[in-house]
């Protein structure tokens, strides 16, 4: 029975998953009522399940986690980490945890290579990709670049982001000998698409408030609304927001005229109040 490795998510309810599938297909007995009972819950059949869903591992249960799944010094500190990744409540926490993840998750062997973590650590990898589009910088202008982001990076920052994006074959030298970006996507494994993205998405909200304490500018747009709406109307909302998006991916898409600026678009619906009940 081949079980998934920890170190190919960056997701702890995703391998808990994945780990559980494969554990019943070898044994179908072994219920998620089981997996209760040996984390010490006899009582309680739907623990495991309730994590699967979103509930929190205390310090005392991720131990006994680590015992039934069995895993080895080294997969035990990432899973430790994965855990405080995925539980965070502050950016801080949650960017600390991602730098250990980086730290832990070096072996070839493992699926998620460290370059895609690094890619996602940072804003300013994306706006250097799309700057190098826009404009005609060598490889050796990091500070150049530093300077040309809002807000400014330090030259430093722009030297390994340019590195980054060069092993990663995301940017390479043109005929003329400037960088720019090639057509090749970023190919992340699936198991961890989510994760790493919410972290960039993170980073790109705290672009937006520190946006809004500097001086006004004309060119920059923010908009917010407080509403109450009922559950048709936000699968309505939701379908325009995506139709929008569709939208703005095509007028990027069939730009007659040539790049002249880097911008950041970030809209967000959330709840703010729990669902009431009738």
């Known amino acids: 029975m081949e079980l998934p490795s920890p170190y190919d998510y960056n997701d702890f309810r995703r391998y808990l998953t994945d780990w559980h599938c494969a554990r019943q297909a070898a044994d179908p007995e072994f219920s ?3 997996v209760s009972r040996q984390l010490g ?7 495991f399940t309730d994590i699967l869903a979103g509930k929190r591992i205390s310090g005392t249960f991720l131990d006994r986690f680590i015992l039934v799944l069995s895993l080895d010094k080294d997969e035990a500190r990432y899973f430790r980490v994965l855990v405080r990744f995925n539980q965070a409540q502050t950016p801080e926490d949650r960017e600390l945890s991602f730098d250990q993840l980086v730290a832990l998750n070096k072996t070839p062997r493992h699926g998620l290579e460290q370059q895609h973590y690094l890619y996602y650590r940072h804003w300013w990898n994306g ?6 589009e826009i404009s005609d ?5 990091p500070g150049r670049i530093a300077k040309d982001l809002t ?4 030259p430093g920052e722009a030297k390994a982001s340019l590195e980054l994006l060069l092993k990663l074959g995301l940017v390479a030298k043109n005929a003329k000998g400037f960088l720019k970006p090639t057509t090749r996507n970023l190919a992340t494994p699936e198991s961890s698409r989510d994760e790493l993205v919410r972290q960039l998405q993170i980073q790109q909200l705290e672009l937006a408030q520190c946006s809004l304490l500097m001086p006004p500018s004309p060119d920059r747009r923010t908009f917010s609304n ?4 009922s559950d048709s109307s ?5 379908q325009r927001i995506e139709r929008f998006r569709e939208e703005l991916r095509s007028i990027v898409h069939r730009d007659p005229d040539p790049a002249n600026r880097v911008a950041q678009f970030t809209l967000s619906f959330i709840p703010l109040s729990r669902k009431a009940t009738p």
């Open 32 to 34: 998620k009522s089981e």
């Open 41 to 47: 819950l006899p009582r309680t059949r739907s623990y």
């Open 127 to 132: 706006a250097i990709r799309a700057l190098l």
């Open 137 to 141: 910088y060598h490889g050796d202008e």
């Open 151 to 154: 807000p400014p990076i330090t």
């Open 226 to 229: 407080t509403i109450s709406v």
């Open 234 to 238: 936000w699968e309505m909302i939701l």
